[in-house]
């Protein structure tokens, strides 16, 4: 593989997490900073470091002109958008190529046909995948009530682009639409750059699993089984493990096959995760496909031991799968927890400041993915996610316990952090029996105080 030099157009854990990965192929890494995070540590492990504007997202990881530019000034050859900001940002993308960059994600055009929720649920639709019941893409609060009418409560209110949980909002009345409406497109407007919004049928009681896959330029692809996401707050992802206890043997194949198929359609190339919600009798419903590396990917890797970061690199750079399906096997168990700077008595409010403390947990079966040390800044202007610990072991029972006591051997301090939220989920009855859905972590923790 040719030497490259890559600009990381993202930050904190997902950017050291990048660099690492560049590093050990051998290609230079430039962290792209603003000027709030000068001074933080992943800027500090990269080979060079390029300011892109001020503290503000829309002034600078969202600002595609400045990062292109800042990547031909630095004499990049390629650019990795990790997750969030630009990196499902089809005329980003598009940007970048058109610089004589290139682009580690998948083709602008997959990103526009499927990382756009409205076109990528047509795909699925068209390609026999199940999906649920929804509106066309939303831009006025007229427009939602009428569609909601139509579909019936309750519903989903859920971003057009992007994810992570930005934007969506359960919708149970008429009353309710009109006031998330507004709410949700101010959020995911400043979060994407793209403020469209449409409602989807809500499903009770369900299971969030999604399928991770890797496809190169020459027609090959793979999936990596699944991941269940389904204990969340307020929509967004909070716990997340590999494999799912709770889908059977039949709808793992099916969901793995439903996935490579809408890949194979739009001919996707690069890493992918595709998003399902699986029902208690087992049916399930494809929701979205994320165009880009994904915060969890870590417990996949666990399981599997491919290392999906370094794939996405090669694949961009013309190289080939560096495995074939029958070299997938899952290897035991995995579960991840997101250490966030918020507060779980004052309803999760951000707490930034600066990390006094940080002494993470060691020992067999033990991964700590972060940005930040010992003296690290935590932002106001962003994510507040400080790190993600992860367990792996023989089982899901033994990696319960593992990440259990993995919590109680983290100390941040500086920072009011959610590491006594995260280890009352794990304690949680319904999650150790895999019993648990995607509205258990919020009504469970509330009924018990």
């Given at each position: 593989?040719?030497?490259?030099?890559?600009?990381?157009?993202?930050?904190?854990?997902?950017?050291?997490?990048?660099?690492?990965?560049?590093?050990?192929?051998?290609?230079?890494?430039?962290?792209?900073?603003?000027?709030?995070?000068?001074?933080?540590?992943?800027?500090?492990?990269?080979?060079?470091?390029?300011?892109?504007?001020?503290?503000?997202?829309?002034?600078?990881?969202?600002?595609?002109?400045?990062?292109?530019?800042?990547?031909?000034?630095?004499?990049?050859?390629?650019?990795?958008?990790?997750?969030?900001?630009?990196?499902?940002?089809?005329?980003?993308?598009?940007?970048?190529?058109?610089?004589?960059?290139?682009?580690?994600?998948?083709?602008?055009?997959?990103?526009?046909?499927?990382?756009?929720?409205?076109?990528?649920?047509?795909?699925?639709?068209?390609?026999?995948?199940?999906?649920?019941?929804?509106?066309?893409?939303?831009?006025?609060?007229?427009?939602?009530?009428?569609?909601?009418?139509?579909?019936?409560?309750?519903?989903?209110?859920?971003?057009?682009?992007?994810?992570?949980?930005?934007?969506?909002?359960?919708?149970?009345?008429?009353?309710a639409l009109a006031v998330s409406f507004d709410q949700a497109r101010a959020e995911v407007g400043a979060a994407f750059g793209d403020a469209s919004?449409?409602?989807?049928?809500?499903?009770?009681?369900?299971?969030?699993?999604?399928?991770?896959?890797?496809?190169?330029?020459?027609?090959?692809?793979?999936?990596?089984?699944?991941?269940?996401?389904?204990?969340?707050?307020?929509?967004?992802?909070?716990?997340?493990?590999?494999?799912?206890?709770?889908?059977?043997?039949?709808?793992?194949?099916?969901?793995?096959?439903?996935?490579?198929?809408?890949?194979?359609?739009?001919?996707?190339?690069?890493?992918?995760?595709?998003?399902?919600?699986?029902?208690?009798?087992?049916?399930?419903?494809?929701?979205?496909?994320?165009?880009?590396?994904?915060?969890?990917?870590?417990?996949?890797?666990?399981?599997?031991?491919?290392?999906?970061?370094?794939?996405?690199?090669?694949?961009?750079?013309?190289?080939?799968?560096?495995?074939?399906?029958?070299?997938?096997?899952?290897?035991?168990?995995?579960?991840?927890?997101?250490?966030?700077?918020?507060?779980?008595?004052?309803?999760?409010?951000?707490?930034?400041?600066?990390?006094?403390?940080?002494?993470?947990?060691?020992?067999?079966?033990?991964?700590?993915?972060?940005?930040?040390?010992?003296?690290?800044?935590?932002?106001?202007?962003?994510?507040?996610?400080?790190?993600?610990?992860?367990?792996?072991?023989?089982?899901?029972?033994?990696?319960?316990?593992?990440?259990?006591?993995?919590?109680?051997?983290?100390?941040?301090?500086?920072?009011?952090?959610?590491?006594?939220?995260?280890?009352?989920?794990?304690?949680?009855?319904?999650?150790?029996?895999?019993?648990?859905?995607?509205?258990?972590?919020?009504?469970?923790?509330?009924?018990?105080?």
């Amino acid at each position: 593989m040719t030497l490259t030099r890559v600009l990381i157009a993202n930050r904190g854990e997902i950017a050291s997490r990048i660099i690492r990965a560049c590093q050990e192929l051998g290609h230079e890494t430039v962290a792209a900073f603003s000027e709030a995070d000068r001074n933080a540590r992943w800027v500090r492990e990269a080979d060079l470091a390029v300011c892109i504007g001020p503290p503000p997202a829309a002034k600078s990881y969202l600002n595609r002109k400045a990062v292109v530019q800042a990547a031909l000034d630095c004499g990049a050859t390629s650019v990795h958008p990790g997750y969030g900001f630009l990196a499902e940002n089809e005329v980003f993308a598009q940007a970048v190529l058109d610089a004589g960059l290139i682009w580690i994600g998948p083709p602008p055009q997959c990103i526009g046909l499927m990382g756009d929720k409205s076109s990528a649920l047509r795909v699925a639709t068209g390609a026999g995948v199940p999906t649920l019941p929804r509106s066309g893409v939303l831009v006025s609060l007229d427009e939602a009530l009428i569609e909601a009418e139509v579909l019936g409560y309750p519903l989903l209110l859920k971003a057009n682009a992007g994810g992570g949980g930005r934007g969506i909002r359960p919708i149970v009345s008429p009353d309710a639409l009109a006031v998330s409406f507004d709410q949700a497109r101010a959020e995911v407007g400043a979060a994407f750059g793209d403020a469209s919004l449409y409602l989807e049928k809500l499903l009770t009681g369900a299971r969030h699993v999604e399928v991770q896959i890797i496809c190169d330029s020459s027609g090959n692809s793979i999936h990596l089984y699944e991941r269940d996401c389904s204990l969340q707050r307020r929509r967004q992802k909070v716990v997340e493990e590999a494999p799912s206890s709770f889908i059977n043997a039949v709808t793992r194949a099916e969901l793995a096959e439903a996935a490579l198929r809408l890949a194979g359609v739009v001919d996707y190339i690069s890493v992918g995760t595709v998003e399902f919600l699986v029902a208690q009798d087992q049916t399930f419903y494809f929701i979205e496909m994320n165009t880009r590396v994904q915060v969890e990917h870590g417990v996949t890797e666990l399981v599997t031991g491919v290392d999906i970061v370094r794939e996405q690199i090669r694949i961009a750079h013309g190289q080939p799968l560096s495995l074939q399906q029958n070299d997938v096997a899952l290897r035991g168990a995995a579960i991840e927890v997101r250490v966030n700077a918020e507060d779980p008595e004052m309803s999760f409010m951000g707490s930034p400041g600066t990390i006094t403390v940080f002494e993470a947990p060691l020992g067999p079966g033990i991964r700590v993915d972060s940005g930040f040390g010992s003296g690290d800044m935590v932002q106001p202007f962003y994510d507040s996610l400080v790190c993600k610990i992860l367990a792996h072991d023989v089982d899901r029972k033994a990696v319960i316990r593992r990440l259990k006591m993995a919590l109680t051997q983290t100390d941040i301090q500086g920072v009011t952090t959610n590491l006594s939220f995260l280890g009352k989920a794990l304690k949680l009855s319904s999650f150790q029996e895999g019993s648990h859905h995607t509205q258990t972590l919020e009504s469970e923790i509330a009924s018990a105080g």
